[in-house]
């Protein structure tokens, strides 16, 4: 099994329904993230938790939602989707360690991808 | 403000052609990390590297290599001896800050196409 998984992989929907994207990891990791890719614009941050009870806004959070339900488990939600909405959506996760030598420091876990299209 | 620029949007070779990609970054922070990921047509993203801002030495792991250079602001990544394996969308990504955050700044990604 994956170390990240995110369902669905691919859904199609209309505009103004409420979808949301679940996350689920194996990893033990503290933090996880939700980023949106878009063609020519690389990926952008949407949200992001630190623990279960930390929830902070990324770069690009207006129109979504996300839900810490426990350490391994972060979901995104579109309240009303919209066709510029419309994008691959990437979960992924990384550990807390510190220290400026700590090689993990910032790695990021990705799961596959939900290919999310809003007609 | 932070900014990561990827100049090539698509690049197209020959197999076994040397191939390097390039990447610009913009940061004020001292200390910061940057990040080649690989992202084949598969669709998942595979990381590939990391470099801290205070370490210039290059690397090389097998076809792979890494050139970091401060006095330009760039983390250029060449790939020898390309193989069709090797077509992919490379991210290069810069992470601000000595803190663990997980938070990168992507650039728009690379297109690499490589031709039996």
């Known amino acids: 099994d994956a170390d990240v998984t995110q369902t669905p992989r691919n859904r199609i929907t209309k505009t103004g329904k409420r979808i949301m994207l679940e996350c689920s990891q194996t990893?033990?990791?503290?933090?996880m993230y939700w980023y949106r890719q878009d063609p020519g614009l690389g990926l952008r941050l949407i949200y992001y938790?630190?623990?279960?009870?930390?929830?902070n806004k990324g770069e690009i959070s207006d129109g979504y939602s996300v839900s810490r339900q426990a350490q391994a488990k972060f979901s995104l939600s579109l309240e009303s989707a919209i066709p510029n909405q419309t994008a691959l959506y990437f979960c992924?996760?990384?550990?807390?360690?510190?220290?400026?030598?700590?090689?993990?420091?910032?790695?990021?876990?990705f799961g596959a991808g939900s290919r999310l299209t809003v007609l | 403000a932070q900014k990561v620029t990827q100049a090539q949007t698509e690049i197209s070779v020959v197999e076994k052609e040397d191939v390097t990609l390039d990447c610009v970054y913009e940061?004020?922070?001292?200390?910061?990390?940057l990040f080649w990921y690989k992202q084949p047509p598969s669709g998942e993203l595979v990381f590939l590297i990391r470099?801290?801002?205070?370490?210039?030495q290059n690397e090389i792991s097998g076809r792979y290599s890494w050139n970091f250079q401060k006095s330009t602001s760039s983390f250029n990544f060449t790939i020898t001896a390309s193989q069709v394996v090797d077509s992919a969308v490379y991210f290069c990504?810069?992470?601000?800050?000595?803190?663990?955050?997980?938070?990168?700044?992507f650039g728009q990604g690379t297109t690499l196409q490589v031709k039996p």
């Open positions: 470099r801290n801002s205070f370490d210039e």
């Open positions: 990504a810069l992470s601000g800050g000595s803190g663990n955050t997980g938070k990168l700044i």
């Open positions: 990893k033990g990791h503290d933090r």
């Open positions: 940061t004020r922070d001292t200390t910061y990390y």
């Open positions: 938790s630190f623990d279960v009870k930390d929830i």
């Open positions: 992924a996760t990384s550990d807390s360690g510190q220290g400026a030598e700590y090689s993990g420091a910032n790695v990021l876990t």
